[in-house]
């Protein structure tokens, strides 16, 4: 029902800062709460950022709270996440997420909550 398409990763020295797009196409992105994941080698996909559908809320996990943050441009039909102060842990694949099943101002964290899912895209902080 919808795509995505993330776009954005690279390599970044630790310190920096990398911004990641997440396109949709076939549905506008404001009818989802849209989520980051990351899966790091050797870890379990986890929870990194969130935006509500109304767009209103956000929410992040403790590990990237403060260095991280999520954004939607409606006209792009894009979700952004800005990420700062990059440390090595941050090394990763990130995932963009789609729930289409949450109310308007509820946010989800867990994988099982999200209906569509991206590709993924890696991002690799180096010392």
């Known amino acids: 029902q919808v795509q995505l398409v993330e776009s954005g990763g690279g390599l970044v020295q630790a310190g920096g800062s990398l911004r990641l797009s997440c396109t949709a196409s076939?549905?506008?992105?404001?009818?989802?709460?849209m989520g980051w994941f990351r899966q790091a080698p050797g870890k379990e996909r986890e929870f990194a950022a969130v935006i509500a559908q109304s767009g209103t809320r956000t929410y992040y996990a403790d590990s990237v709270k403060g260095r991280f943050t999520i954004s939607r441009d409606i006209a792009r039909n894009t979700v952004y996440l800005e990420m700062n102060n990059l440390k090595l842990e941050d090394t990763a694949v990130y995932y963009c997420?789609?729930?289409?099943?949450?109310?308007?101002?509820?946010?989800?964290?867990?994988?099982?909550?999200?209906?569509?899912w991206g590709q993924g895209t890696q991002v690799t902080v180096s010392s």
């Open positions: 076939g549905r506008a992105v404001s009818n989802y709460c």
């Open positions: 997420a789609a729930d289409g099943d949450q109310p308007l101002f509820d946010i989800a964290v867990r994988t099982a909550d999200y209906d569509y």
